[in-house]
């Protein structure tokens, strides 16, 4: 007997159903909808400054200084960590945020358009930390190689900017519709 994937999705009002317990308290408490709201909106904001600031030394840096590229490398790495824990807040609370207005969320575009970008971001997110990881490790290496991996770096930063702008937007656009 096959199981098909979908099957095992639970059906959007079995999951309303569930979530009503905490519909009920984000929808009867003031601070509980602002503390969720506070915590999805800091940990954006959190991550995209912090993000923006390990991207921005990544495109400032001199291609051709091996020594600044170190550099940059190891305080990128510590960088993301906090940045990690940042995008965690912020996808713990768009959660609730999410499971308070089970119904509107699911059906809105919008809201579906901004976890595309979350995908995507995370996507990138990771694709730039291997890439750190191993130009990193790459002592020995050929310096054509190691310029190969430097552009690609260069594009996942700019990427990882237009992707936060992008979430940004879409974030406010679903706050207004």
């Keep these: 007997m096959s199981v098909r994937l979908w099957q095992l999705v639970p059906d959007l009002a ?12 984000y929808a009867h408490s003031t601070i509980v909808a602002t503390l969720v709201l506070f ?20 495109l400032r840096l001199d291609p051709a200084d091996d020594a600044e590229r170190r550099r940059y490398l190891r305080v990128a790495s510590p960088s993301r960590r906090a940045i990690g824990i940042a995008l965690t807040v912020a996808v713990v609370c768009g959660i609730l945020l999410f499971l308070a ?8 575009p919008v809201f579906w358009t901004k976890m595309l ?23 020995d290496t050929s ?15 700019w990427t990882m900017a237009v992707l936060w702008f992008a979430l940004l937007l879409s974030g406010s656009a679903l706050a207004t519709h």
């Design 14 to 25: 079995t999951v309303d159903a569930l979530a009503e317990p905490w519909q009920k308290l």
């Design 39 to 58: 915590g999805h909106v800091a940990g954006l904001v959190v991550a995209a400054a912090l993000t923006f600031s390990t991207e921005a030394s990544a």
């Design 101 to 108: 207005d089970l119904e509107a969320f699911a059906a809105s």
């Design 117 to 139: 970008l979350v995908a995507l971001l995370l996507a990138n997110f990771g694709l730039a930390s291997r890439l750190d990881a191993r130009l990193l490790r790459e002592d």
């Design 143 to 157: 310096a054509r190689r190691q310029d190969d991996r430097w552009r690609h770096r260069r594009v996942s930063a």
